[in-house]
């Protein structure tokens, strides 16, 4: 077994991390051997100045892409050294270049009841107006990710609580509230609509595509797309907006940093925080758009 096997089955089964994610820090990690190998260097050779090296090389990336590719090396170089691959980790001083921070896109309140009410009827498919409207209430009501809300099965569903169970990033479990009007959507969509798409695929899925199976995140985010292409006053986001406006809106609303961190389900407080400069960016806007001396 290579070191990059042996690394997968460490990302995989010790760091309990996603396919997507794991197949990413391979691919990172590739790019790196292949640098070295390209210049006759061993592996246990590997140091800072190499290291910059092969990221300056990365340059062509987007800033986001080039901290993944940060992340993914010092994963890769501190479990080196641990497994004596590498004499000592070269990976703790390397940086990413900072790049500019990008707010997440968030929705107005009105806009989110724009797009909630369309949801509760705009298309000719009755039960496929039922799955939407509570798809769509569902995620701004528990600001969940789209693959935590495929993922739901009946029996993480409890209405007399109002909450909802759900598996995050790494399989870490949590449960989030939400409200009466997501509380009446899914009750209508489990009641009256998914018995009708419902079939051998289904399994306890709680939402279904047309077909029986459960529903997949393409079809979460065409069906938003279909949606806003009705609502011309409202921006064409991706369902994640969803999540950004509800997390913006809360703290908006008075709730706690702790509080939202939590709810979203961040391992880090840093990663809550941009929602705080998304509430003051909307604050500044509003100011600079209604005050007389602004």
């Not at 990172?28 to 640098?35: A, E, G, I, N």
């Not at 892409?65 to 070269?90: E, I, K, M, Y």
């Not at 509230?177 to 289904?202: D, I, K, Q, T």
Request: proline share 6%; net charge positive.
């Amino acid at each position: 077994m290579t070191p990059v096997d042996e690394f997968r089955e460490h990302l995989t089964l010790r760091r309990g991390l996603r396919p997507a994610t794991v197949r990413a820090y391979e691919a990172d990690v590739r790019s790196l051997l292949s640098f070295l190998e390209e210049r006759g260097v061993e592996m246990a050779a590997l140091d800072l100045r190499l290291l910059r090296s092969w990221l300056a090389s990365q340059a062509l990336h987007a800033p986001a892409s080039l901290q993944r590719r940060v992340s993914s090396v010092r994963t890769f170089t501190a479990w080196a050294h641990d497994t004596g691959r590498l004499a000592h980790d070269p990976g703790l001083r390397l940086q990413a270049p900072r790049g500019a921070r990008t707010l997440p896109g968030v929705l107005s309140q009105d806009e989110v009841d724009e797009v909630l009410a369309a949801a509760a009827g705009a298309d000719d498919d009755s039960v496929a107006v039922l799955a939407d409207a509570a798809m769509f209430e569902v995620l701004y009501a528990t600001g969940i990710r789209v693959s935590e809300l495929c993922g739901v099965d009946l029996d993480d569903v409890f209405f007399p609580r109002r909450t909802l169970r759900v598996i995050g990033k790494g399989d870490k479990e949590r449960t989030v509230p939400f409200g009466p009007p997501a509380a009446r959507a899914l009750e209508v969509w489990l009641r009256e609509g998914r018995p009708r798409w419902a079939g051998p695929r289904s399994g306890e899925a709680v939402f279904l595509g047309p077909r029986g199976g459960r529903v997949d995140q393409r079809r979460v985010r065409a069906r938003l797309h279909r949606l806003l292409r009705l609502l011309p006053d409202v921006p064409d986001i991706a369902p994640h907006a969803l999540r950004h406006s509800a997390a913006t809106h809360l703290l908006e609303g008075g709730a706690d940093l702790r509080s939202v961190q939590e709810l979203l389900g961040h391992a880090s407080l840093a990663t809550t925080q941009i929602y705080t400069h998304v509430s003051v960016e909307r604050l500044r806007m509003t100011y600079e758009q209604a005050h007389p001396r602004a």
